[in-house]
């Protein structure tokens, strides 16, 4: 069995037939079609989707087996997963987000600065939602290059030369 990647999730019905929202977390977004058979993270339940219309926010779609809005409505909020494989290769310089979570991050100088906790795109760039060691406060770091000049996805790590101000203070030298 080959490791699940989040590509979407389900927002709710959409009208009263069965047809759903979704948001798509693909870069591009309708590209999620592509993806089926999508699953849940258990892999409990299977999906295969087709895109009726763009909505806003996402799509309007069709799933296998959702016949009404109450079955539509009762998938709200689940995220759905492609098979890895089913993915395209990335360039060297682009990751899949659940590739960068649970990645150490270090300072230039090799001084442990946390653990990636999240990533969040609310826009232009991405944001690492990094865990500072030994205490459960996070802090935003920009995932650009000038702030992650390196990504070492085997040694598990990247090297960061995080912007002033956004470590708390005492925290880089």
């Known amino acids: ?8 999730s389900i927002a709710g019905a959409y009208g ?21 058979p999508l699953w849940t993270e258990d892999r409990a ?3 295969t989707l087709a ?10 779609v069709r799933i296998t087996d959702v016949t009404n809005k109450e079955e539509a409505d009762a998938l709200r909020g689940t995220t759905l997963y492609a098979e890895r494989d089913q993915l395209p290769s990335l360039p060297d310089d682009e990751f899949y987000h ?3 979570i649970g990645l150490d991050v270090y300072d230039t100088g090799g ?3 946390g653990k ?3 990533v969040q795109n609310n826009g232009a760039d991405d944001l690492l939602e990094m865990q500072l060691p030994g205490t459960s406060e996070t802090v935003f770091l920009p995932f650009t290059k000038a ?6 996805l085997s040694a598990r790590r990247l090297i960061a030369d995080p912007p002033l101000g956004i470590l708390p203070e005492g925290e880089t030298g």
């Open 147 to 152: 702030a992650v000049p390196t990504v070492d």
């Open 51 to 60: 895109i009726l219309r763009p909505i806003k926010n996402g799509f309007a």
């Open 98 to 100: 659940a590739d960068l």
């Open 1 to 8: 069995m080959s490791e699940l990647i989040p590509v979407g």
């Open 111 to 113: 001084v442990l600065l």
């Open 116 to 118: 990636v906790k999240a």
């Open 16 to 36: 009263v037939r069965g047809e759903l929202r979704i948001k798509s977390f693909c870069a591009v977004p309708e590209d999620i079609e592509n993806y089926s």
């Open 45 to 47: 339940r299977q999906f």
